[in-house]
């Protein structure tokens, strides 16, 4: 089941021009999901198409090949420079490895030199937390910031897919704790890594800068796209 978007489908975006760093992973998913919202959706691989944005998305995908790729395309400084000054922007699963400003166990490459990400968020993020691809997983999650899509029996959770996402270690101070996975009975657990007695931190929120470890664009679940369009107009 799919949750629409809460006002009219075709407004909440309406007059706003949202970029998709389209450089690997699957950014398409996300030009939809923005277009759905009625928003402008802009594919994003040079550093002159970030001119005139009100929103950036970093899609899921390999964070070490979008990091490869921006330095490639001379867009990790201007994207680095961009966040700095305010601009809003939301990553999901790769996305988020991408805002955080330290990563535990981060990838190296062939000198040992660690990957590098565009920073913002004052997280630690650990790569691959839930495991590799054939350990992906579906939950439920109750995620704070949706009021505006409540009806008479409340807020809906968000079904949330997990690939290969990332988890969120540490928080600094003014980073908001949006949702989190539960530990569960081993017997009865949606996911294949245990976590006993520790619920696992999948989607943050610090001023313009939203994150989640999932993939909120493959679901049909179009509130995280909402919500992050009320950040960029102030409304959130």
């Not at 975006?13 to 760093?21: D, K, M, T, Y």
């Not at 996300?30 to 959706?41: K, N, P, Q, V, Y």
């Not at 807020?155 to 530990?183: K, M, N, S, Y």
Request: net charge negative.
């Amino acid at each position: 089941m799919t949750n629409s978007l809460s006002a009219a489908p075709a407004r909440a975006g309406a007059g706003l021009r949202i970029g998709v760093l389209a450089l690997q992973g699957d950014f398409r998913e996300h030009l939809r999901a923005i277009e759905d919202t009625g928003a402008e959706a802009v594919g994003i691989r040079r550093p002159k198409e970030l001119d005139g944005l009100d929103g950036l998305i970093i899609p899921g995908g390999e964070s070490t090949a979008i990091d490869k790729l921006a330095r490639a395309f001379d867009l990790a400084e201007p994207l680095r420079e961009r966040i700095a000054e305010g601009l809003p922007v939301y990553g999901s699963c790769a996305g988020m490895i991408l805002l955080a400003t330290d990563i535990a166990d981060p990838a190296t490459d062939l000198s040992g030199a660690p990957q590098q990400t565009f920073g913002g968020l004052d997280i630690t993020v650990r790569r691959n937390a839930f495991g590799r691809q054939r350990e992906s997983f579906e939950t439920d999650l109750d995620f704070k910031g949706l009021d505006f899509s409540a009806t008479a029996t409340g807020v809906a959770p968000v079904h949330a897919v997990f690939i290969r996402g990332p988890w969120v270690e540490r928080v600094g101070p003014g980073v908001e704790i949006l949702a989190q996975v539960e530990p569960a009975d081993p017997e009865h657990a949606s996911h294949a890594v245990p976590l006993p007695g520790t619920a696992r931190i999948v989607a943050v929120r610090s001023g313009h800068l939203l994150a989640t470890s999932f993939h909120p664009e493959v679901t049909g679940e179009k509130r995280v796209h909402e919500l992050f369009i009320r950040m960029i107009r102030g409304e959130a």
